[in-house]
C-alpha cells in the first residue's frame, strides 16, 4: 500500500483503462446479474467494443446503460477483423473484447486474437467472470481436481473418433460442449470408445431453467432417446479409472471383429486398421497381416 494514499485512489489508480490494451471481458452466459462491476467499468471506458455478434453485444451495453462504437471479430472474420483491431490497439485505443456469453479466448476465436498481440507485444489483460466450462465442473459432482476441457468434437467422423481414442485413457475428468441435435450421436460416440462411465449434463446454466442430471453415459442415451434434448450442453465425464482392457468395448472381439467394427461405423479399412492398432496398442501393419491373411 502507497504512504498516505487513500484505498480508493488506489483501487481507481489499479482499475484505471489504459490505452493500446485488449480486455478480455467475460460476459454473462444466461443471468445478467452475474456481470462484474469491473467488467461493467471496463465496457463502459474503452474507446472500441470487439464482440462475436454485434446485435447481441449491443442488446447487452444498451441494457446497462452503455454506448460504445463495435466491430464484429468473429470465426469466419477473425484474420482481417483481426488485423484491424491490432491496428487500433497499436494507435493507442484501448478495446474490449466480448463473446456472446461467457469468457472470450476459451473455444473461441479471441485465442487468435490473442496469439496476434502477443507476437506483436500488445498488451492484453483478463477480465474474469463467467465460463460455462467451470460452472458445469462444479456442478458435475465428479472430480475436479484435474480436468481437461474438448469443447466440440470434430463433426468428421473419423476425426471424431481418432480424438476420443487418443484421449479415452486420460484418468482426468473430461469436459465436452455439445448442441442439442447432435447430443445423442455424440453420448454414443463416447460410450462406444469410453465405456460406460459417469457423466454429468448441464443445461441452461445460470438461467431460470438450469438443469443438472447426473448419470451414466448408458442411462443419459436411455433419457434423450425419450426426451428431446433442448439447450446448449456441457458434457462433463468421468475420467478413465482403470486403464485395463478388460473393459474396454472391444474387449470380446476378435481382432477382425474389432475392425469390422470401425468399417461399420463408416471408416475405410485403412483408418478402421489405425484405430484398432490404436486400441489395441498394437502395429497397424501386424493388425493389417491378420485381417489380410
Known sequence: ?????????????????????????????????????R??????????VAAEDTRNTGKLLAY????????????????????AILEKLKD?????LVTDAGTPAISDPGEDLVRLCAENDVTVTSIPGCSAVINALALSALPTGRFCFEGFLSTNKNERYERLNEI???????IFYEAPHKLIKTLNDIYEIFGNRKISLCRELTKLNEEVIRTTLEGAMEYYTANAPRGEYVLVVEGCTQKSEENAFWAEMSIEEHVEFYVNQGLKKMDAIKSVAKDRGLPKNEIYKIVNT
Do not use: W
Open 39 to 48: 467488467a461493467l467499468k471496463v465496457l463502459s471506458e474503452v474507446d472500441l
Open 168 to 174: 479415452k485413457n486420460d484418468t482426468r475428468t473430461t
Open 92 to 96: 493507442g485505443l484501448s478495446c474490449a
Open 64 to 83: 446497462f446503460g452503455i454506448s460504445k462504437p463495435m466491430i464484429s471479430y468473429f470465426e469466419h472474420n477473425k484474420r482481417e477483423r483481426g488485423e
Open 1 to 37: 500500500m502507497r504512504n498516505n494514499e487513500p484505498r480508493n485512489a488506489q483501487k481507481e489508480d489499479k482499475n484505471q483503462i489504459i490505452g493500446g490494451v485488449l480486455y478480455l471481458v467475460a460476459t454473462p452466459i444466461g443471468n445478467l446479474s452475474d456481470i462484474s462491476e
